[in-house]
Every structure is written in structure tokens, then in C-alpha cells.
């Protein structure tokens, strides 16, 4: 009866009546069963009633059945962050106190599976209790293996506070290492330091390090352990704690080989013994061959998990197919294999006679498997892609697969299948499916609903969706993210507000014409009361003004301090005008509290140097999300870092790790007083990362970085230490910075460090003069490059012009591919038409479906006639967006006629047929914009502005006012673009007036009946008398007219 009770409960009542029986019904909560509970807890109110959704967990209290409930919870996918959290807080307390009852499988079900998505949320208090501190060994084995999962989720100070807790475990009283027993088959693992510490040894002291075993020996054994080895190579650890792992390595009997090169190389010294274990840490020197020579049986074999630091060129040159057949077992079992890595290896093996043609012969290849060649695929039967297809490990390898492999994999698996194309494909490789069977007028949730689809794909069945469910709550943010006011427009304001609420709290990257018209259909329509059920970025259009009081104001900007601030460019009137009215909320003060700083949140990011300076040191955290600074605020930023760090010149790697992705707004001046040894140590991992997540600050950085070196007259040979494989491999990115000057690099860069690390360098973000050093080497090195080295070019390929272009190979999918996402081609369309025809030259003159989905970004690039081959089924076939922007109209028109031939079938779906055709609308021929027009799509500006002026300015008014919808008063700003202008110049002031644009109009508005229309005559400079009797003889004739009218009469 409870669960029936509850049910009928309003929501907003839920926590008062729990509060009031919830002590006397105890008994009533356990006695649910999981499928009853899971009906409450799933009601609508309750997920979003987080106090009740934490109370009926905690009183939950059987382990098992709240692993039922958890699993039916994760099945509602998506939830926001108050939910998950309020979750974890109600599940937590309980699981704790079973953990030590748990076995290993039970543990993996929990850790990686139930609580996977929970665990970004987890506090310190929530770690720092009796029940973990005297958990069983295998508990916190996993325990640390599940935080260390989540390393990267957690702050600084969050990754410091799960350290002190594993240490206070590890260092209890007894016998140490704790959890180490050479008897015990389950804890004599030498790979000690991964169990039980994994990332959080970043911030180990040596003290500790010590602490850890009453035997140095141990410490020893662990120190050199393999697994060990990888750990603390890609960690920034204390400079106390190198020195004494380095002493352990040294000290090891038999000691670490090293090869012959290392050794000459680092020395016997005891600074040589920290430089040599710490590069066999980072990059393997102790165990890396001799790469002249061929890389052995044997070689691989004493490499063992190291294997994967051997770049792509070290295998092209030195490994044989015969060698690395012998090892295969050893290399499919080694993690961490580039996919450039897996492809030399998986060709090597193939040429040298290993037949793949069936999936036990795929599956065999293990981690390997991301270098399967695409056409490889073509000779498996239907049965053995679907077995594959089944294989969680091997989709899972796939996924970081180049396009081609992706695509091929994916069509194969759709020629298998009769029934639902979506079921057999693996939800991570959804974003292959082609576009056209997407086009569909329903949709089944179930099947689609936990895919990885790209925005493109989910902008095409989203009206679909609309129209097959109304639970929008319960739609994933990869099918919520193709939102589109034109796939909406048939939902009633109550329905849109729902779907609009559902986005909150989902990590969706809303695009800002989606944002844009989802905010002017919404505006009036949010009250103070409602606000915080809406995705903090339509906030920003919801002005504060309507918030009268200041407990209203400061909840509505705590909220808009979560939104993406990206979507106001900086320095716009509607950034600076949030951030006064925040302030005078706040009640303007003249600095800013760590609690005004909370509220502001990412609002933050607008104050001027002057306020940064002034806030309390907590801006320095708050600072963290913003994506660029202006120099105002960069110098206040200095000042803060100053005031917490001391002087730049004490600063260590540790200290630049301590600031995060503040270190970044650093200018050349301050980053000048760091020791270059701090810097070389903190910033190549640091600039990866930068390099994915802020690419504007990488580059930033880099330039700030780089010292500007002097050119020399005589600068033939090196004046600094010559490059060599081991700078390359821990530098990285770094030696842009370092290397700016074309003489420098062309004389301290031997040609064998280049070779070695072709792949590096050509990721690497030099100028273009110091790219041409490369490829000058190149050409010295190889002449014309062979074809497997071209995937390793990145942005060395654009300093190829055409004609050499035209002399490579490019016989396969997978080398075209490489060559096209390596590098920014934006503006060398000719080469890439090069690349292009050199491919279709080995392969035949017409591009399929897999080829067009890689050409898609470049298609501009085509010429003429590649385009008119491109056949029907080629253009249903891709799976991914062709981008028009470059293309001349000519070739606009072409397209779009192509693609409406191939997508006439799917009209009776508008909105996903006006999804297909909209990356070539710009092509498009009036009747088809007027026939677009007729299903209201809700054409957003973007798209508005890249059509025909020819063709837009033969639309009447309706039809201008059904295309565009919500989006026609964004006109207005547009006043002098092409576009537009073809449109008013077109049209009378009373037409563009009656759709409310104040926009100047070229055509003259006609007379009402009865009245004649006399052109005044142009004024002729100089002749001013002559103008004035022209005038007066216009005012005669009109009054001598109307005296003739009134006599007829």
C-alpha cells in the first residue's frame, strides 16, 4: 500500500509527508520490492525532489535490492547533477557498510557499472569514514580503482583530499605494505603502487614514499614493476620523490637493462641515475632498443608493456612482419596502441601471410584491433560482423578506429541485419549510421535512446522523436542535442517549456541558433518561480529587471553563473549588462567575497582587472572556466597568483600544477622567471590537455611561451644540445615553443630524430618557415615519401604544393583520411582536389558512400566533374554533413540539385528532408524555399544568410515570415549583408514594414486607387533654379488634372 500511497502524493508534498512517517514506515520502505520502489522514485516530481530521493534510498537498507533499484535508475538516463548526486547521497552510506561483504565481480557491478556515473559527485566526507578506513584489501582495491577512473573529474584540492584518505589507509598500524602478501595469490601484485594509490601519487612526499614498506626491498620490487613503470612516467610527481624512485630503480639487483645509448647518454652519476630512471618512467629509455638496428624477438619480449612508446616510424623502419607475428600475443594484450601504431603493426602482420577471415582471427588481435584495415572488413561473412558487433572489447578498440574503419565497420553490420537497423550497431558507433535511415516519421525511444549520435544525425529524426514521446525527461543529451525550433513547431507552449526544462542539468552543448530561437519562443513565458528548471543559457534572456526583490535577483544569477558564457562573445552589451545588474544585486560592492564570487560563478569571467585584483583568492577557482582573458585581466590574474604562490622565480612544477588551467593566462614576462627545468617538467602534459580543451589558450600560451631567438650569420651548426628521441617523446608540443627560429631547428634537429618521430613533430604547432625546415628534411631523408608515412605528416603535408602532391601514393581510405584530418586545409582547397584525385586514381573515378563521409568537411574541394559522378546511393550512404561554406554558387547549385535527387524520398518526413538538404540550401532555387517555407521550419540566420541573393529576393513577404519564423526579427542586425540587402532592395517599405523590420527598402510603395504616382524629378547639381520650376510645374498639372476630374463629374 505504501507505494500506492506515495503515488498519489503531489509532488511538491512528497519531502513534507517522508519528513512526517518516515521514522514509523521504516519498515514499510524496506519491505518494497525494487520495481515498486523504482515506480516511486521514477514518478514525475520525484526525480526532481531531491531531499525525498535521498530519504527513500537511505532507508532502503538491503545491498542487493538497492543494486536493482540503482540499475532501473540508470536506465532513466541523463538525470541532472542535483539527482545524481542526491543519489549517490542516499546510496552511499549503505554501500560503504557493505563493501567489505562484496566479492570481486560484485565489486566490478558496482564500481564500474552502478555507480560509474555517480562518482564524479563524490565528497570527501563521503571517503574519509570508519567503514572505508577498515575495508577490506579487494574493497579498496577497487575503490582506488574506480577513483582513479575519475581522476581527472575531481579539483586539485579534491584530488589532494582522496590522497590523504588512501594514505591514511595504507599507513594504519601493522605490518607494511599494507595489503601486500607474497603468499596470497590475491595481494602479491608488485604493481602496488597502481592498486592502491593509481593517479593520487601525484602528490606523494618522499616521506610518505618511504612510509609505505618497512622493506626497501619491496619498495624496489615495485618501484621497477611494469605497470608501476607506466603509472609514474605520466605523472608529475615531487622533485624529492623522483630522486628517491630513481635511487630504488638504481639499486634494483639485477637492475633495469638499459640500452647501450642510454647509457652513454645518462651517465653513472646519481643526477645520470635520476635522468636515466626517470626517462625509462616517461618515455622508456631504460628499456627502449637501439633504433638502428631491427627490433628482435627478444627485444619486444624485454620492451614488454613499453612496446607502446615505440612510435609509428621505429616500427615502419625496424620491425619485421615475421617478428611481429611471433610476439602478436604480447602486443594484442599491451594497451595504449595509437591507432597509427595498431595499423603499422596489423599490415605488417597481414603482408607477412596472417589471414583475417574470421572474427576469432580479429578478436585474437586484442588491443590491436583499432589497426584493422577497412578492407579486411569486405572479406568476413554476415555472421562473424555480427559476432563482432557483439563484442564489447572489440567495439570498444573500434571506437578510436580512423573514419574509414568506423564507416565500413558500421555498413557491414547494416548489410547483415534485416530487421531494426539500430539494434546490432554498438551505441558507440552510432555516429556511422548513415543520415538518410534516419529520416523516418517515428521512432522507437528504446533503440536510439543510449546511442552516441553526432548533433547532425539527431537534427534529423528529433521531430520524429517529438512525435513519439512526450517523456522528454527521459531522452539522452546525445538525442536532445539535435533540438530545432523547426522540428518543435508543432508543440503547444506547455509541451515546449517541457522539452526545454528537460535539457537542464544534461551537459548539452546547445549550439547558439538553437539557443537563440528555443529564448524568444520561451520569453514571457518563465516566471521567478520556475527558473532553475531551465538550462542556465536561456537565463540569459530572462531579464533580472523582472526580479524585484534581492532573494529572486541572487537566485537568478547564481543560476546564469552555470550557463556557458561563450554564448555572449566578450565585451557584448548583454554580458556587460548582466554582470552591472549582478552587481547591483550584490549591492555593488567595490571587491568581491567568496560568496559573491559562488553567486557570480562564470560571471566572473566578465570582471574587470580592477575587481579581479581586489576579489578575495577564491577568484582564482572561479577563473577556471573561463575560455579567454583580455590583458586588463591578465596582468590582475598575475597579481592574485603572486599574492597565493610568492614570486614566479620559486614557483616549481607543482606550484603551476596547484593553478590549473590558470596556468594558461600566464604572460611572457612572468613565465620567463620560472626555472626552465619547472617549465620543461610542468608544461608538455599540460599543453596536451590545453590542446583538446581550449585551443584559443593553447595557443596563447605557446606564443607567450616562445622566445624569440636571434638570427645568426654563421648558425650552420647547433649552438644548443641537438635533439634527440628522448627530448622529442617528453617535450612534445613544448619544442614549439622553444624552437622559433628556421636555422635553429634546421641545425639542432638530426634527421634520424625526425624520422623517429615524424608523427611528433608534425602534430607539433610550429610556424609555418619551421614546418618547411621539416619538410625540406624530408625530402633529403626519402625523396618522395612513401605511402606509409603519409598519415604521419599532420601539418607537415601543407608545405607540399600540388605537384609534388600528385607524385605519392594514396591508395587506401585510411591514408587519404590521415592526410585530411591531420592538418587545417582551409585555405589550400587545390591541394586537397590533389589528394583527392591522387586517391581516385588508384581506386577508380568514383567516390562511394565511406569516401564522401571523409570528404564531407572538403567537398568544395572536388571539381566538377568528381561532384557529377557522385552517385545516388554514394550521397544516401554518408553519415555525416557535407560543408558547403567554401564552395563557389556554381557548385552550391550542383550540389543541391544532387542531394535533392537523392533525398526526394524522404519528403514525407519535411522536417528531416529540410535536415538533409540544409548544408546545400545555399544552391537552392526559389520554388524549393517557398515549398520549404510551407512547413515552417524555423530557418535559423546562419543558414538564412548562406542562400542564393538571387533566389531570396523573389520571396514575398509570407513566404520570407514562414521560413525564418521566430528567427525574422534577427534581421534587423543584418541590414548590409548581401542577403538581406537583395531582399529589401526587392521589395517596397510597406512590405518590409508589415513584417516589423526597420530595415530601408528599394522599391517604392504604390498608390492607393485613384491616386497617380508622379516621380519627382532628380536634382542635377547646379542646376537648382531649373529643380524649382520643375517642381512647380509637377504642382500645376496635378491641380490642373483634378479641376478637368471634378468638371467631367
Known amino acids: 500500500m505504501l507505494e500506492k500511497i506515495i503515488l498519489l502524493i503531489p509532488p511538491e508534498n512528497i519531502t513534507q509527508f517522508l519528513n512526517a512517517a518516515m521514522s514509523a514506515a521504516k519498515e514499510k520502505i524496506g519491505s518494497l520490492q525494487p520495481g515498486e520502489l523504482l515506480d516511486i522514485l521514477i514518478k514525475p516530481g520525484s526525480a526532481s525532489n531531491y531531499p525525498a530521493l535521498e530519504t527513500l534510498l537511505r532507508k532502503y537498507e538491503d545491498i542487493s535490492k538497492i543494486g536493482t533499484v540503482l540499475d532501473g535508475l540508470n536506465q532513466q538516463v541523463n538525470r541532472n547533477n542535483e539527482s545524481l548526486q542526491a543519489v549517490l547521497n542516499g546510496v552511499w552510506p549503505r554501500f560503504v557498510t ?45 575503490l582506488v580503482k574506480a577513483l582513479n577512473i575519475h581522476y581527472h573529474d575531481y579539483t586539485v ?52 614514499l618511504r612510509a609505505f614498506s618497512d622493506s626497501q626491498q619491496l619498495l624496489q620490487d615495485f618501484a621497477v614493476d611494469p605497470q608501476n613503470l607506466v603509472l609514474v612516467g605520466g605523472l608529475a610527481l615531487a622533485e624529492e620523490v623522483k630522486e628517491y624512485y630513481s635511487d630504488l630503480i638504481a639499486r634494483q639487483n639485477p637492475p633495469l637493462a638499459l640500452g647501450r645509448q642510454q647509457e652513454r647518454s645518462f651517465g653513472t652519476s646519481r643526477l645520470g641515475r635520476v635522468t636515466t630512471s626517470l626517462s625509462c618512467l616517461s618515455q622508456v629509455a631504460g628499456a627502449l632498443p637501439d633504433i638502428t638496428g631491427n627490433l628482435s624477438v627478444e627485444t619486444f619480449k624485454r620492451l614488454g608493456p613499453f612496446a607502446v612508446r615505440l612510435t609509428p616510424s621505429m616500427l615502419l623502419a625496424n620491425a619485421d612482419g615475421q617478428t611481429l607475428r611471433q610476439v602478436l600475443p604480447l602486443l594484442s594484450a599491451t594497451g595504449g596502441w595509437s591507432p597509427v601504431q595498431a595499423s603499422v603493426i596489423m599490415n605488417k602482420v597481414i603482408q607477412n601471410g596472417y589471414q583475417i577471415n574470421k572474427a576469432s582471427s580479429v578478436l585474437i588481435m586484442g588491443k590491436l584491433a583499432l589497426g584493422l584495415p577497412v578492407n579486411v572488413l569486405d572479406k568476413l561473412d554476415n555472421e562473424d560482423i555480427l559476432l563482432l558487433a557483439a563484442d564489447e572489447n572489440f567495439t570498444d578498440s573500434l571506437e578510436q578506429a580512423p573514419l574509414p574503419v568506423k564507416y565500413k565497420f558500421v555498413q557491414r553490420i547494416l548489410q547483415s541485419t534485416t530487421g531494426s537497423p539500430f539494434l546490432s550497431i554498438p551505441d558507440k558507433l552510432a555516429d556511422q549510421i548513415p543520415l538518410s535511415r534516419l529520416a523516418s516519421p517515428q521512432m522507437k525511444i528504446n533503440e536510439i535512446n543510449q546511442k552516441k549520435w553526432a548533433a547532425d544525425q539527431a537534427s534529423v529524426f528529433f521531430q520524429a522523436v517529438l512525435k513519439s514521446t512526450q517523456q522528454y525527461s527521459s531522452l539522452s543529451s546525445t538525442v536532445l542535442q539535435g533540438f530545432s525550433c523547426g522540428a518543435a513547431n508543432f508543440l503547444n507552449n506547455s509541451q515546449f517549456a517541457s522539452l526545454a526544462k528537460a535539457m537542464k542539468g544534461k551537459r548539452i552543448r546547445l549550439e547558439d541558433r538553437q539557443l537563440s530561437c528555443m529564448t524568444k519562443r520561451l520569453k514571457g513565458r518563465i516566471t521567478p518561480s520556475d527558473l532553475e528548471e531551465y538550462p542556465a543559457e536561456v537565463l540569459f534572456y530572462v531579464g533580472p529587471e523582472t526580479l524585484a526583490n534581492t532573494v529572486n535577483c541572487q537566485k537568478y544569477f547564481h543560476l546564469v553563473a552555470q550557463a556557458n558564457m561563450e554564448f555572449l562573445p566578450s565585451g557584448s552589451s548583454k554580458r556587460e549588462s548582466l554582470l552591472e545588474s549582478a552587481m547591483a544585486c550584490l549591492g555593488t560592492p567595490t571587491l568581491f567575497s567568496k560568496e559573491n564570487l559562488q553567486i557570480l560563478g562564470n560571471l566572473s569571467c566578465t570582471l574587470n582587472g580592477y575587481y579581479i585584483a581586489k576579489s578575495d583568492p577564491y577568484i582564482l577557482t572561479i577563473l577556471q572556466s573561463c575560455m579567454s582573458f583580455t590583458e586588463d585581466q591578465l596582468v590582475a590574474i598575475e597579481q592574485q597568483l603572486e599574492n597565493k604562490y610568492g614570486s614566479p622565480s620559486t614557483w616549481t612544477a607543482s606550484t603551476l600544477t596547484d593553478m590549473g588551467i590558470i596556468a594558461s593566462a600566464l604572460r611572457s614576462g612572468t613565465l620567463q622567471r620560472i626555472s626552465e627545468t619547472e617549465k620543461t617538467q610542468f608544461f608538455p602534459d599540460f599543453l596536451s590537455q590545453l590542446k583538446t580543451r581550449n585551443r584559443n589558450q593553447f595557443t596563447y600560451i605557446l606564443e607567450q611561451l616562445a622566445n624569440p631567438q636571434r638570427q645568426k650569420r654563421a648558425a650552420a651548426d647547433c649552438t644548443r644540445t641537438p635533439l634527440t628521441t628522448e627530448v622529442v617523446m617528453k617535450q612534445r608540443d613544448l619544442l614549439a615553443s622553444k624552437y622559433t627560429s628556421s636555422r635553429d631547428l634546421d641545425a639542432c634537429l638530426p634527421d634520424d630524430v625526425l624520422q623517429n618521430n ?105 571539381e566538377d566533374t568528381q561532384l557529377k559522378a557522385i552517385s545516388r546511393e554514394a550521397i544516401r550512404g554518408t553519415s555525416r554533413p557535407m560543408n558547403t561554406t567554401l564552395c563557389s554558387q556554381h557548385k552550391k547549385n550542383l550540389l543541391y540539385r544532387q542531394l535533392k535527387a537523392a533525398y526526394e524520398e524522404d519528403q ?99 498608390p492607393p486607387n485613384g491616386f497617380i504616382n508622379i516621380p519627382s524629378v532628380p536634382h542635377i547639381p547646379g542646376r537648382a533654379t531649373t529643380n524649382v520650376k520643375d517642381q512647380t510645374l509637377q504642382l500645376f498639372y496635378c491641380i490642373l488634372f483634378n479641376l478637368v476630374l471634378a468638371a467631367v463629374l
Request: a negative charge; aromatic letters at 8%; one cysteine or more.
Open 98 to 142: 557493505a563493501l567489505s561483504s562484496l566479492n570481486s565481480s560484485s565489486l566490478d557491478q558496482w564500481f564500474n557499472k552502478r555507480l560509474q556515473t555517480y562518482l564524479p559527485f563524490i565528497t570527501q566526507s563521503q571517503l574519509n569514514t570508519s567503514e572505508i578506513l577498515t575495508t577490506n584489501c579487494l574493497g579498496f582495491r577497487h
Open 908 to 1006: 514525407s518526413s519535411p522536417d528531416a528532408y529540410y535536415q538533409l538538404l540544409k548544408p546545400a540550401l545555399g544552391g537552392a532555387p526559389t520554388k524549393d524555399l517557398i515549398k520549404f517555407a510551407s512547413s515552417y521550419p524555423v530557418m535559423d540566420i546562419d543558414t538564412f544568410t548562406a542562400l542564393n541573393p538571387t533566389e531570396v529576393k523573389q520571396l514575398s513577404t509570407q513566404h520570407l515570415k514562414d521560413l525564418l519564423g521566430d528567427n525574422l526579427p534577427e534581421l534587423n542586425n543584418l541590414a548590409d549583408h548581401p542577403v538581406v540587402k537583395a531582399w529589401t532592395q526587392a521589395h517596397s517599405q510597406s512590405e518590409v514594414n508589415s513584417l516589423g523590420l526597420h530595415l530601408t527598402a528599394g522599391l517604392p510603395d504604390q
Open 758 to 862: 615524424l608523427e611528433t613533430f608534425g602534430e607539433m604547432e610550429f610556424q609555418d618557415p619551421l614546418l618547411q625546415v621539416l619538410k625540406l628534411k624530408l625530402d633529403k631523408i626519402f625523396g618522395t615519401l612513401p605511402e606509409d608515412y603519409l598519415p604521419l605528416l599532420g601539418n607537415i603535408a601543407r608545405m607540399y604544393n600540388t605537384t609534388e602532391i600528385a607524385q605519392w601514393n594514396i591508395t587506401t581510405a585510411e591514408t587519404l583520411s590521415a592526410l585530411l584530418t591531420g592538418t587545417s586545409w582551409h585555405e589550400e582547397l587545390l591541394k586537397v582536389t590533389s589528394l583527392v584525385t591522387r586517391y581516385l586514381e588508384a581506386n577508380g573515378d568514383q567516390l562511394d558512400a565511406m569516401m564522401l563521409t571523409v570528404l564531407a568537411p572538403h567537398i568544395c574541394a572536388l
Open 157 to 208: 584540492e579534491m584530488q589532494q583530499g582522496i590522497y590523504n584518505i588512501l594514505k591514511n589507509y595504507l599507513l594504519q598500524p601493522g605490518d607494511k605494505p599494507k595489503c601486500y602478501n607474497e603468499s596470497d595469490g590475491n595481494q602479491n601484485s608488485t604493481a602496488w603502487f597502481l592498486n592502491y594509490l593509481g593517479k593520487y601519487l601525484t602528490y606523494c612526499t618522499g616521506v610518505d
